[in-house]
């Protein structure tokens, strides 16, 4: 195998994997989200790190899922769509990082929202294949737009 056709390879596998999380997270009206999906991606110590506001809000995958399922079970989250818009993936050896665009909409409480920011993913290579292990992201707001290499990819 060339080098170049492993790393087609390792970038096929990490696609999956981004691909993946966003099906889990995603469900339509009358559906529900295979929220459980998630722990499969991630390292057993992995973190999901909302940092949207002032706190970060950091999680283990169990403390991430744990809110949204309420949300769902509840009825106040009846739809949610995560998609990928870009990525640009870089990998060293057993180590790889994703910098990414992403667009979300649902409808929460009766109300309809939609939503654009950038996720960075780092995974890494163990026994068992490519895994995440650490999930940040942050969203548009007033001051703050995706950034013009994301929007041209």
Avoid at 38 to 64: Q, Y
Avoid at 93 to 116: L, V, W
């Amino acid at each position: 195998m060339t080098i170049d056709s492993k790393h087609e390879a390792v970038k096929h596998e990490l696609d999956t994997l981004a691909a993946a999380f966003f099906e889990a997270v995603s469900f339509e009206p009358g559906g529900a989200p295979p929220y459980g999906n998630i722990h499969g991606l991630f390292i057993d110590t992995g973190l999901l790190i909302k940092n949207t506001a002032s706190t970060p809000e950091i999680s283990t995958v169990r403390e991430f899922i744990a809110p949204r399922q309420a949300l769902v079970d509840s009825g106040a989250l009846t739809r949610f769509k995560e998609w990928e818009l870009s990525e640009h993936t870089q990998v060293f050896g057993n180590i790889a990082h994703r910098y990414s665009a992403y667009g979300k909409a649902g409808t929460q409480n009766g109300k309809d929202f939609e939503a654009r920011g950038v996720i960075s993913t780092q995974f890494i290579k163990t026994p068992e294949g490519w895994k995440m292990s650490a999930m940040a992201w942050d969203d548009e707001r007033p001051g703050l737009s995706l950034p013009a290499e994301l929007l041209s990819r």
